[in-house]
């Protein structure tokens, strides 16, 4: 048979293939010394390795089969696949707001074959129509691929072309801003564009998926009706990040650019806002408000975008026994500022100060967060703390450790004069650092305690 028919396979699972005469997108029963399944053969990215052959089974969900447990196949079907979405040109609707989708490379949605098992991308306004049609009822929709990167791969080069790009888009108008983004790193993001782009006077609203369209339990369609329905009809004009609020699909939440983390790896509901409450809850019928503070939606196009950054910038994570060769090294290399991420208090140990001293007089930028990721920096309780600061560091009160990370190189963007670098760092634009954080900013449910038990039994997961 010809390559064709074994796309990305390669080595020992190419073999096994071709030995079965099994085609991707041929259904296969597959008999292992695990047990025997069925489904879809799908095709290998170019980088996984040779020793699995994948397939779809009838749940939807994939199954790496490794290729030594195989003690037979059988192709009893092939289809082959079918890549085009199916198109419907998106209505326009007199009445509704006009949002622009821009995507950064990540699938923002995509159809599920069920005929060949594919899963296929979608992105222009039909294809988003035909996959996802309640948008129509939602907005007036324009799209527009700013990049094709993981999410891993995004940095500042990015982020500048995205504030860049947000400011374009005011300025021609548009009633809200959604941006299509892979989950991983979308919190970084969140940060920069908060810091590049002031001032908004409409909603730009980060979204990604914590599981594929193909997945029964995907969370990307009722993710994007969310994000849109924040960024054309909701009165928040912030960088907001909207993802599932609990694991079931009951609400999303709105969360603030700069007090936002990922928490789990692979739960839907993983973004969280810390030493804080979101901003909103959101729904298909719109916006219900959980904080009263918030820049409200104006008519008018002001906005200050501020597309700065300089990437030499690292965070260091403080761990017991750390030598102070580590922060040699950073300073070597001709690294500006470093973000510390230290423990209880802010603190790291008494062996580092000579590399801490060394670097405060090679005018490295030294600022102190938390391992604790709730709580503020207080340098001032320990002698330890107060040695730092006398040796270059600087508190950075309960900003985040990768937030913090994002605004210094921010920051160093705009100037290197140490104490314009400081007042950046330490005046709060949108709540990176607050006053204070509400008893109900932090709460860590803890299973088998019998409060916790109680009240699991009277609320959904």
Known sequence: MSEDFFQGYKGEALETLKKYNVRVWGTAEVQTTRGNFTGTVLPRAENDDHFHVVLKIATGYNVGIDIHTVTGMKETGYKKANYKVPEKEFPYTEGLPHVKLLGTGGTIASRLDYRTGAVIPAFSPGELYGAVPELAEICNLDTEKIFAVFSENMGPTQYMALAKQIGKEIENGIDGIVIGHGTDTLHHTGAALTFMCQNLPVPVVLVGSQRSSDRPSSDAALNLMHAMTAAGHGDIAEVLVCMFGPTSDEYGLLHKGTRVRKMHSSYRSTFRTIGDTPVARITRKGVTHIKENYNHR??????????????????????????????????????????????????????????????????????????????????????????????GIIPAGNMLPEVAFIKLGWALGQTHDREEVKKIMLTPINDEITEREPYNGYLVYQGGSPEVEEFIKKVHK
């Open 298 to 391: 104006r008519q008018d196009r002001t906005v200050k975008i501020v597309p700065a950054f300089d990437d030499r910038v690292t965070m260091l994570y403080y761990y017991p026994g750390m030598k102070p060769g580590v922060l040699d090294a950073i300073i070597e290399q001709g690294y500006k500022g470093v973000i510390w991420v230290g423990t209880g208090l802010g603190h790291v140990n008494k062996e580092m100060y000579p590399a801490i001293e060394r670097a405060n007089k090679a005018d490295v930028h030294q600022y102190m967060t938390l391992q604790t990721i709730w709580g503020y920096v207080h340098m001032f309780v320990y002698d330890t703390g107060r040695d730092m600061m006398a040796k």
